[in-house]
């Protein structure tokens, strides 16, 4: 057995079974292994950034890491920045990329890099197999890393001589730990804060956005009088009818500082101290008051359901009823085109337990009111920042939920960093439906030109910030990877075709003209 | 006047004057500030990778530095192949990176990240501006270390407080310097080694592939008896009739050790001394004889033709005739499309003083025969191994040379990590021919899975150096971006839809089914 297959037995002992891959000469005998041991599903991606992306979406939803397999330092550079988005959703993955033979790196090859330096940014657990027996003990390393709360990304090189060179067999990872239960101190300080009487909020993230945190976050609010929110940006939210819903905390400034203005007690649960996306030009960085007390009663790391269900005990609060949302039945929208519309859309052709992917950033901000009493589901976002994750994080979560439907809304700006997804969709036949929302701009940029109070935009910064010269044709785009769709340029266009999507399996495309 | 303001007037008072860009909030005060200024030609990509390799294709064929500009450290990070790519050509760029206001960072906002971190492998030179009335001064530091011999990657990162606070007005970056010339002693040995009478092979890169240099080397190749040759990837070469050809060094190892299986004296020119693309078992990383004499006449930082003219003369040489290609007119191919039939086409039809950019790699190896006696051309590969340049390179390349036609050679996997390029060149109307060599798979890589020694490839591995599920249509990708095109079967298709495109302005898009 070479390095190569230990790392696969290694793998698929420990219940990681998908690779989602991007690979070159140097990670040939990894891709030679997967033919000697049953058992891993490899998914192929033809950008790197696909398949870091896709093992994003598929380990929020899996609950488990899949491995990547990347080729040397400019493939994992390719990669990185939905890695950094993957670090910011607290998303578990084995990070394998491949590297020159150990001898031959001194020989400086045009595709040697400092591959340590530039996986350093993203990686909370980062090592270069030294020789190949060493290869299935870091292997394991690596997941217990990437599976240690809340979720870490763990890097390992493998260079090609510890692949092809023999090794001992398989090894294993420890079991992975249950969340760390919070401390009673925590519970009593919320609970004292709590008591006070103050303007409250829980804020929620990570774990405390599943079903069981929220309906404790709900009793402990109804009976405190506080209110619930998440965080502007979360991982996974589990939403819609019978689900306890907690707004966003809005992106714009402004309106941020207007949900926080009273606010005296601030509660973080899986949460982080509510602060600007960017900062601009005389407005404040963090949205709380000064005078306003956070306490953490449950890091990202720790138990979040355990402790709201703790506090809620501690408050009296475990018999108090919860306060999902009603299930709403929206009718079909007709007539123009409009955010709004394909909003009405969603919220009224749901497929219960679908799964929503939302990287449409401007244009879907009126979703949230629309669909939090549409049919139960999970709705991810891009965490950190950086766009290019949605077509990737659907294409992860249809490969972690065959038997569920993806929804997967993208902007026309931000699908174009990574649509090469479309091909993955097509070559594994995912059951994702996407929508593109068509406006043919950068619409945010507008909007931000405006709000760091650069005046008067004039003709070369206007035309930085629009796409319509020439437009982009999604569906013509789609087709040449395989992925069926249409353009829709009125709502009953966009509900018939909405339709199809839902109702036919395999991957459809909607390109929303708006 | 801001900081912003204060960069974009010393940039293109230094001449500096096209920037590529793919900008977000954090860059908007340096977009506002393309209004205040003219003089700055703005080359929007839909993705970063298009951005730092169109610069790279423009400073190869410009011989200056086109800027980028970049969205903080993801945007770096999908910047970050062809920023590799670029280092190993030594092409200069001055690499502009925004951050978040320098009060900002500490509060870990989604999108911070090690910036630093995230650049310091590919750049030569990089700093973090301080404040504003400082950016003036890093940028004109940042223009004299990228144009230092032979060309560097620049680095500099931009906190938005220091774009949009006031500054004092633009600096000056110290004027080009010469290249280097070399010492009398390298010429000498260089010469004393070549008298020896011992095989000699002269192996050029970088500037030595111009049309002089390559002249003079001619010269002391006849009179010695040497053989002249060019590292398998270079920057750019001055090839086609009229000037002296300079075989590559062929990839496959067992071909490159026949090369110099007699050689005993080897003289680098602008050339690193030859190894391995990648290592394989059992086979050497270098292949020189242990006992061959290798001399660096010349690095890539000195004046490559002063010393090959030294040397010629040195060697009394200068009075000899140097050895240029005769031009060749090939009959456009017909029948079965081939590669064969493509770079016969090609050699038949090719403009006068076309650039070709070549990324086609497996498709294109017979391609350079074919093609020395075609009317005279400058030929840009991909220097750093990392695939997605060649659509991007092209588009610098147009950008820098509106009045030559540029041929863009591409494999359909290798295109596919940067396709966005397209879109750009339908923008900018730019005159890029794109041939897709369309045998749809990862062809270099089944060559791979045997020469690492992976035995009886499976289904599994096979499947996974395959794009032929689905097939990728990029006919109709490039017009869902704004690019014509057709896809031909036959070699008679392949000349009429060339023809095609080389007499008509703008971009077109060939798929070649081979």
């Known amino acids: 057995m070479n390095g190569a297959e230990s790392l696969v037995r290694t793998l698929i002992n420990n219940g990681i079974d998908v690779c989602f891959t991007n690979h070159g000469t140097s990670e040939m005998h990894f891709v030679a292994a997967l ?11 033809l950008f790197e950034g696909v398949v870091t992306g896709a093992a994003d979406g598929y380990a929020r939803m899996a609950e488990k890491p899949a491995a990547t397999l990347l080729h040397l330092g400019p493939g994992l550079g390719n990669g990185l920045a939905n890695l950094h988005n993957a670090r910011r959703a607290n998303t578990p993955i084995v990070n394998i990329v491949g590297e020159h033979a150990t001898y031959h790196r001194a020989f400086d090859a045009p595709l040697t890099a400092d591959i340590e330096g530039i996986a350093r940014p993203v990686s909370a657990w980062l090592r270069t197999s030294p020789d190949a027996r060493a290869v299935a003990g870091d292997g394991a390393a690596a997941i217990a890393a990437a599976r240690a709360a809340p979720g870490h990304i763990a890097t390992l090189i493998l260079p090609a001589d510890t692949a092809w060179n023999d090794a001992d067999g398989p090894a294993e990872a420890p079991a992975p730990a249950a969340a760390t239960k919070v401390s009673a101190a925590a519970v009593a300080a919320a609970a004292k804060a709590l008591r ?12 405390a956005l ?18 619930i929110m998440s965080q502007t940006s ?44 960017f900062a601009y030009p005389g407005k404040p960085s963090r949205f709380a008051r000064e005078d306003c007390e956070i306490l953490t009663l449950a890091t990202p790391a720790e138990d979040t359901r355990h402790a709201l269900e703790w506090l809620a005990d ?26 709004e519309a394909i909003g009405a859309a969603i919220g009224a052709l749901l497929p219960e337990n679908a799964i929503i992917c939302d990287e449409s950033v401007t244009s879907g901000r009126g979703f949230h009111e629309q669909t939090k009493g549409a049919a139960p589901h999970d709705y991810l976002q891009l965490t950190g920042g950086s766009i290019g994750l949605g077509l990737p994080l659907a294409t992860g979560a249809a490969v ?10 993208e902007g026309d700006c931000s699908g174009m960093y990574t649509l ?28 931000e030109l405006t709000q760091v109070g650069a005046k008067n935009p004039g003709r070369t910064a206007l035309d930085m910030l629009s796409l319509d010269n020439p437009a982009l044709d999604w569906v013509a785009m789609a087709r040449g990877m395989g992925v069926a769709g249409g353009r829709a340029t009125t709502a009953d266009e966009f509900v018939k075709l909405l339709s199809h999507g839902f109702s036919a399996r395999g991957p459809f495309l909607i390109e929303a003209a708006i």
């Open 35 to 45: 033919d000697r041991v049953p058992g891993m599903r490899c998914v192929l991606g």
């Open 196 to 207: 006070s009487g103050q303007p409250a909020l829980l804020l929620l993230s990570g774990t």
């Open 210 to 227: 599943r079903r069981e945190a929220l309906t404790a976050a709900s009793r402990v609010a109804g009976k405190i009088g506080a209110r």
């Open 234 to 277: 979360n991982a996974r939210v589990e939403r819609g009818a019978g689900r306890v819903a907690a707004p966003r905390v809005p992106y714009p400034v402004e309106h941020a500082l207007a949900v926080f203005k009273d606010v005296r007690t601030l509660i973080l649960v899986g949460a982080k101290e509510p602060v600007a996306f």
């Open 314 to 339: 501690e408050l009296g609060a475990n018999g108090a009823a919860p306060s999902p949302e009603p299930r709403v039945r929206l009718a079909p929208p007709a007539g123009k085109l409009t955010v």
């Open 400 to 409: 972690a939920c065959p038997d569920r439907k993806v929804l997967s809304l």
């Open 420 to 447: 090469q997804a479309l091909w993955t969709q097509a070559r594994e036949r995912l059951d994702v439906v996407t929508v593109i929302f068509a406006n043919r701009s950068y619409a945010i940029l507008r909007h």
